[in-house]
C-alpha cells in the first residue's frame, strides 16, 4: 500500500499525498512543515482525516473553477481549496484536441448525463455531456472559442444586473485570452488562455465558406471581433496543438502556490450551513466523508447541473420539491434549477466526393500517417476542432443580429461517439443561438449519486419551431451554391424527399434527429424577482458567504459556444470576491 508523500519535479511544492482513498488527493502545502508530519502521524495511527480549513472553497475544477482558483490564490494572503469530483486530467485523450472523440464517452472523464424524454424531440431522451476532471468541460469539449454577441451582455444589464454590461465584461474576456493575433482594443494578448486560429483545413469547409459568400453572406475573419454577423472559421482554445483547457491556462501556472490545495475524486454532497451562512461542505471519498471548511466563502462552481443539484440538497431550492425528497428547508428559493437553457442542433449531412474524415481516418496506414504527422509536426487531422467552418447569420432581415450558428463539420455520423459514416461526407450543422424554451432540472432524491431529472423543453415555442426549420431551408440555400454545390453528390438528411415548403416535415425531422450542443445554462440564474436565484455579484439569495460562479448564473443564455463566456464569469466573479473580502 502506497503511502509517501511525493512532489513532482516541475512541481516542487505542490504536495500530493498517496495515501488510501479516504485521504485528502492532494492537500494544503500553505500549512508548515508541522502540517506534514501531523498528516503522517494520522495515517501511521491509522486515523481518518475528517476536517480541513481554508479561506476560500471552490466546489468545481471547471472552466470558471479553475479561474478562480488562479486569481483567487494569487493573494497570498488566502488559502483555497478546488474540490473537484473527477480525478486529475491525466487522459492524453484530454490534450490532443481530437481527443473528444474518446473523452465524450469515458465516464472516468464524463457525467454521462442523459435527458428525460423530451416532447420538443418527439419524446426522445438524449446524453448530456458534461467534463469530470480537472478542466471541466473545457477537458473534453470541442475547443470552440465563442463570446457571444455584446448585445446578449448589454440584455444581461437590462435584467437588472449591474456590472455585466458589455463594456463591464469585456476587460475580463481580453484578461483571460492570449490571442495569437495580438491584443486589441477588443482581444488580449497576454492572459492564460490561449486562442487560436484553426490549424486544419479541409477542401469540403472551405467550399462551404465560399458557397455561403455566394450565398449573400458575408466573410467575418474575426467573429469575436467588431462584429459576430458573418461566416468564416472557427477560433480554437489550443496551443502548439494541444488542447488548452482551463485547467492548462489557470491551473497548470499555479500549482507550485503554496496557498492553493486541489483536491480530486471528491464529491460534494451539500453545503454546510450555521445560521444561514455557508461555513464550509461535506464531501465523498471512496466512501468515507470529508468536511472542508471555509472562513470566508464556499463558491460553487459545479455547472449549470451540478451548482443548483447541490443547492437543493443543502435545502436551498423550491420548498415543496425539496420536502418530497425528504429535505429540510434552509431557505426558499424557487428558481433553484428552473429557467434551464441549451442550444439545441439540427444537423444536415451531406455526401461528398472529396475526402472526408470519414474514410481519411479509416485503416491502420492512414490511422498510423496522421500520428506521426502529429507526433512530428503536431499539426494534422488530430490537431482538429469538433468544428472548423461557422457562420452566425439570420433567419429574418429585421433582426438586430445573427439568431442562427453552423458548425461545418468535415465528418458525418448518426452518432459521434459510435464512428463515423463509411462515406464521405459533411455535416453543415444549424442552431438557435437564443431560443426562448426554457426548461428545468428536479431531483430524483436527496443522494447526491443520484443524478436529477434533466427536462429541456425544447422547441416549446412557435419561434424556436420557426427557427430551427428556417435554419435547415438556409443550410439547404447554401449548399446550392458553388463550389460546395459541385463537390455534394447527395443530400443525406434530411433527404431530398423532404421538400423545402414542407414546415411540418422539417420540424418532425428535427424533432426526431436534432441534439444538444452542449452548452446547459441558467438554472441558478443572477436576477431580480422571485426566480432569481443569485444578485449580480453572484451572491445566492438569503444566505450568507456563499456564491455560484458558472454557467448557471447566465439569465439568458449568450449567442454562441459557452465555454468563453464561463471563463470570463470566473474572471470576474474573482474579482468581486476578494473586493469583499477586503
Excluded at 492548462?248 to 464529491?267: G, H, Q, V
Excluded at 479509416?362 to 472548423?388: C, D, H, W
Excluded at 432569481?532 to 456564491?547: H, I, K, M, P, S
Excluded at 463566456?565 to 474572471?571: D, L, Q
Amino acid at each position: 500500500m502506497p503511502f509517501l508523500v511525493a512532489s513532482s519535479g516541475n512541481e516542487p511544492d505542490q504536495m500530493i499525498l498517496h495515501l488510501p482513498a479516504q485521504y485528502i488527493h492532494v492537500y494544503d502545502n500553505n500549512r508548515d512543515k508541522k502540517s506534514h508530519f501531523l498528516i503522517f502521524f494520522q495515517f501511521f495511527a491509522k486515523e481518518r482525516l475528517k476536517t480541513v480549513e481554508f479561506d476560500f472553497v471552490i466546489v468545481g475544477a471547471g472552466s470558471a473553477g479553475c479561474a478562480l482558483a488562479n486569481r483567487l490564490s494569487a493573494d497570498p494572503r488566502h488559502t483555497v481549496a478546488l474540490v473537484e469530483a473527477g480525478g486529475r486530467d491525466k487522459s492524453p485523450w484530454i490534450h490532443i484536441p481530437v481527443g473528444y472523440f474518446k473523452t465524450i464517452k469515458n465516464p472516468a472523464l464524463n457525467w454521462m448525463y442523459k435527458t428525460e424524454a423530451d416532447p420538443g424531440l418527439n419524446g426522445r431522451s438524449i446524453n448530456w455531456p458534461r467534463g469530470k476532471t480537472l478542466g471541466g468541460s473545457s477537458s473534453i469539449n470541442g475547443l470552440l472559442y465563442v463570446r457571444g454577441q455584446p448585445q446578449d451582455y448589454d440584455n444581461w444589464r437590462q435584467l437588472g444586473n449591474a456590472g455585466w454590461s458589455w463594456d463591464e465584461v469585456l476587460p475580463y474576456f481580453k484578461r483571460s485570452e492570449c490571442w495569437e493575433g495580438g491584443a486589441s482594443d477588443l482581444r488580449g494578448g497576454d492572459g492564460p488562455l490561449s486562442v487560436t486560429k484553426s490549424r486544419k483545413n479541409w477542401k469540403i469547409v472551405d467550399a462551404w465558406v465560399k458557397a455561403a459568400q455566394e450565398a449573400g453572406f458575408a466573410y467575418n475573419e474575426d467573429y469575436n471581433g467588431e462584429t459576430q454577423d458573418g461566416v468564416g472559421y472557427f477560433q480554437l482554445t489550443a496551443r502548439n496543438g494541444l488542447r488548452c483547457s482551463s485547467a492548462k491556462a489557470y491551473l497548470a501556472p499555479a500549482r507550485s502556490r503554496r496557498n492553493l490545495t486541489i483536491i480530486t475524486n471528491a464529491l460534494t454532497s451539500r453545503i454546510l450551513l450555521e445560521d444561514r451562512r455557508a461555513v464550509g461542505i461535506k464531501t465523498l471519498r471512496a466512501g468515507s466523508e470529508l468536511e472542508i471548511r471555509a472562513r470566508c466563502e464556499v463558491i460553487l462552481s459545479a455547472g449549470a447541473i451540478g451548482s443548483p443539484q447541490i443547492l437543493m440538497l443543502s435545502g436551498l431550492g423550491e420548498a415543496r420539491q425539496l420536502a418530497d425528497n425528504g429535505i429540510d428547508v434552509v431557505h426558499d428559493l424557487p428558481g433553484v434549477g428552473k429557467n434551464m437553457q441549451d442550444h439545441l442542433q439540427a444537423r444536415p449531412v451531406y455526401k461528398c466526393s472529396v475526402p472526408t474524415i470519414n474514410t481519411r481516418t479509416r485503416g491502420l496506414y492512414n490511422q498510423a500517417k496522421i500520428a506521426i504527422e502529429y507526433a512530428v509536426k503536431q499539426t494534422g487531422p488530430m490537431t482538429m476542432a469538433a468544428s472548423l467552418g461557422t457562420g452566425y447569420l439570420k433567419t429574418r432581415p429585421e433582426l438586430e443580429t445573427p439568431d442562427i450558428q453552423f458548425h461545418i463539420q468535415p465528418f458525418s455520423a448518426d452518432n459521434p461517439t459510435i464512428g463515423t459514416h463509411r462515406f464521405d461526407a459533411f455535416t453543415a450543422s444549424v442552431l438557435q443561438l437564443r431560443p426562448e424554451s426554457a426548461g428545468e432540472l428536479r431531483l430524483k432524491s436527496a443522494d447526491i449519486r443520484d443524478y436529477p431529472a434533466l427536462h429541456p423543453n425544447y422547441l416549446a415555442t412557435q419561434t424556436d419551431r420557426e427557427t430551427i426549420v428556417e435554419g435547415i431551408r438556409i443550410t439547404r440555400r447554401i449548399c446550392r451554391f458553388n463550389p460546395v454545390s459541385d463537390l455534394i453528390t447527395e443530400e443525406h438528411a434530411p433527404g431530398e424527399s423532404i421538400d423545402d415548403s414542407d414546415f411540418d416535415a422539417l420540424l418532425d425531422w428535427a424533432r426526431n434527429t436534432a441534439t444538444t450542443i452542449y452548452h446547459p445554462t441558467g438554472t441558478c440564474k443572477m436576477g431580480t424577482g422571485p426566480m432569481a436565484v443569485t444578485d449580480e455579484r453572484l451572491r445566492v439569495r438569503g444566505v450568507g458567504n456563499l456564491r455560484v460562479a458558472d454557467a448557471s448564473v447566465m439569465p439568458v443564455i449568450t449567442s454562441g459556444n459557452t465555454n468563453a463566456p464561463v471563463i470570463m464569469i470566473g474572471e470576474k466573479a474573482s474579482d468581486m470576491i476578494l473586493q469583499d473580502a477586503r
